[in-house]
């Protein structure tokens, strides 16, 4: 018998001294061993398990199709093949499965896959769950490794899977419904069609322009700007009221300078800044903003950077003991690749990624771009004693030359990045847009551009669009916020669909980010801060009096349990869900209360002559976008008081801005 057959059970005294019950007597002691060791020895004799298969002759081989990938597939490939790889063992193809180092080709006693096959314990054996292999399956295996384990190249156990192609493509727009021209629509309503899909309703007057207007500047619309866009009969009304939004400069950089920080890690205090560790690139990313820089030229100018720019390529030099992936040339291959490619390269910083195919040479090819010194490979924070050479991730698209300074590397990376025969480019700004304001993006998650899109021509022909008019980000929110299918209803999921099993049928409630919340409040109220402290030079045109925004002022704690996050990490979407910190500051934090404490003194004193019913029509006409209805303007009387009561009006004000009705944009 080989002694990894064997059980190793040979049950001594002391092994059942454990089962044994309290106030037990020697002659118990005896009886329990004894039984014991006969048990042992009965399973010892068994022969399913003490004796193997005879091993077939050397002209009889194992045929893997025929005899190994079956049994495969059934007992190992859950645990262990695509994109679940439990113990770091991998068997879709050959060379994993030599990789991980369980199996040695002719040897299946040294194979410690035989080993954890054969084992009796429970927390050793595999497969974990079900009954063990059988005998025959057992020999079947031990023969296999013992003749070489051979595996022809052509057979994996990976399932195929989407590829995302990396040229850009511009595809052919169906044939129009119902008269709907807008491409966006048109590529929609054959999607609808082909999957059996009613086209949601469309929003009416006030709900759009409430949802345009905190999406595109992420403001609440004036109770004035509401009524003359409900009464207006112009059939293009909704086209002009975006281009109107869009026009809005500076309100539109503020509210767009809360996504581009968080995505860029671009923030006004915290780790780093004390040192100079880190560095602010504000002043460059607002005025980059408000002038509606090309798309293309903004990224160029963060990748091969200009002084007032190299904030975001320069990271965060941690200080104490830092881990191999922490460092700048690390955090740089991380960033770049994740913001402007939809590349989750955090796993392959440490290893060979487990979720998609980029390898720890890919993440250190694009670290070494930016290294001033020869760069060492490091895998799990061991060094491999090789060096990284500076290389982009699809060499058909042009190569860097290591040997050049590295302003000039980050230069030809910056081109790279921007080509226009880099289609993933595009693909990746264009579907982070669509999720900002439809609510889920083309790919989800937003970080992971090399899954299956729900909609590929969608995609390439937002893509294509957005390149053909010279990356301008105002164009591309144009064009999705003037198309039918942004103007409909919103609809709500049921529950959050299995991988790749999403459907599209409409846009999707959000709720507002911590900065629209409070910009709305500060607007309804009047109770804002009264100077930013970002260290921002606004444009001279704008330099009037206007509404502070949240954007522009260091991060709070109330702000914090809200969302924003501390900007340490590059951040693309927030979690959406309410937390028990956030439930507490706004049932019963401080900082709102005072908030709203202060709203209600303003109110009063803008409105010192209005009688209660007349107050509380204009709070819910400047919050919500309509007029209280008899039951609402009942309660709230009860609250404010007549005539009206300061702490009265700070409670109706509560009331209101903890509706869902206020808090989502629907």
């Known amino acids: ?91 879709e193809t050959r060379a994993a499965l030599l990789d991980s180092g369980t199996v040695e080709p002719g040897d299946s006693d040294g194979s410690h896959l035989i080993e954890r096959i054969v084992s009796s314990d429970p927390e050793e054996r595999m497969p974990p769950e079900g009954d063990p292999l059988t005998k025959q399956q ?47 629509d048109r590529i929609v309503d054959a999607y609808f069609a082909e999957h059996k899909i009613e086209r949601p309703a469309p929003a009416d007057d006030a709900l759009f322009l409430r949802r345009a207007s905190l999406d595109l500047v992420g403001l609440l619309p004036s109770p004035e700007e509401l009524d003359a866009f409900v009464a207006d009969s112009a059939s293009d009304k909704r086209t002009a009221a975006v281009a109107r939004l869009l026009e809005q400069r500076r309100a539109y950089t503020d509210h767009w300078l809360t996504f581009w920080n968080d995505l860029l890690r671009n923030d006004y205090a915290g780790t780093g800044y004390i040192d100079g560790g880190r560095g602010q690139i504000t002043g460059w990313l607002y005025n980059s903003l408000y002038n509606n820089k090309p798309y293309d030229q903004f990224v160029q100018e963060l990748v091969a950077p200009k002084p007032e720019s190299d904030g975001f390529i320069r990271g965060i030099k941690w200080r104490g003991r830092v881990n191999s992936s922490q460092t700048p040339e690390i955090q740089f291959s991380q960033n770049i690749s994740q913001v402007f490619l939809g590349i989750n390269m955090k796993c392959a910083s440490c290893h060979d990624s487990f979720i998609d195919d980029w390898k720890l040479d890919d993440a250190y090819g694009l670290a070494a771009i930016t290294s001033d010194r020869a760069l060492e490979i490091h895998r799990c924070d061991h060094p491999t004693g090789e060096t990284a050479k500076a290389k982009f991730f699809w060499p058909e698209l042009g190569e860097i030359d290591a040997a050049a300074p590295r302003p000039k590397r980050l230069e030809q990376l910056s081109k790279l990045l921007t080509k226009q025969e880099n289609g993933r480019f595009a693909r990746t700004i264009v579907n982070r847009y669509w999720e900002r304001l439809m609510g889920r993006g083309i790919v989800h998650p937003v970080d992971m551009m090399g899954n299956e899109p729900w909609s590929e021509d969608l995609l390439d022909w937002l893509a294509a669009d957005f390149v053909a008019h010279n990356h301008d980000l105002k164009h591309l929110l144009r064009r999705i916020t003037t198309s039918e299918i942004y103007q409909a209803q919103s609809i709500l999921l049921d529950e959050e669909p299995a991988a790749g099993e999403f459907t599209f049928r409409g846009p999707l409630p959000k709720r507002m980010n911590a900065e629209q919340y409070l910009d709305s409040i500060w607007q309804l109220t009047a109770a804002g801060p009264n100077s930013p402290n970002a260290g921002v030079p606004l444009p001279a045109p704008d330099r009037q009096p206007y509404l502070l925004r949240a954007s522009l002022v260091v991060s709070d704690p109330l702000m ?53 019913p007349q107050l509380i029509e204009q709070v819910f006409r400047r919050a919500l976008g309509r007029t209280p209805t008899a039951e609402e303007l009942e309660t709230a009387l009860q609250l404010v008081g007549d005539p009206v009561q300061q702490e009265g009006l700070a409670d109706l004000l509560w009331v209101i801005v903890m509706l869902p009705e206020y808090q989502l944009i629907r």
């Open 560 to 612: 914090r349990s809200l969302g924003r996050p501390n900007r340490e990490q590059v951040v693309t979407t927030r979690p959406a869900d309410l937390t028990t910190l956030q439930a507490l500051d706004l049932s019963n934090g401080e900082q709102l209360y005072n908030t709203l404490t202060r709203g209600a003194t303003h109110l009063i004193k803008q409105h010192p002559d209005a009688a209660a």
């Open 1 to 91: 018998m080989k002694p990894h057959l064997e059980l190793r059970a040979v049950i001594g005294y002391n092994d059942v001294l454990h089962i044994l019950p309290p106030g037990d007597t020697p002659m118990l002691r005896i009886l329990t061993f004894a039984l014991a060791y006969l048990s042992a020895s009965a399973l010892l004799a068994d022969d399913s398990l003490a004796q193997p298969a005879p091993r077939p002759a050397a002209d009889n081989p194992i045929d893997f199709a025929h005899d190994i990938l079956p049994l495969l597939k059934a007992r190992c490939a859950e645990c262990h093949t695509n994109g679940t790889y439990k113990g770091a063992l991998s068997l």
């Open 138 to 184: 057992i020999a079947l295996l031990t023969n296999w490794i013992d003749q070489g384990a051979k595996w022809p190249e052509e057979i994996s156990l990976k399932e195929p899977k989407y590829i995302a192609p990396l040229a850009p493509r511009t595809p052919e727009l169906p044939a129009t419904v119902a008269g709907r021209e807008h491409p966006i």
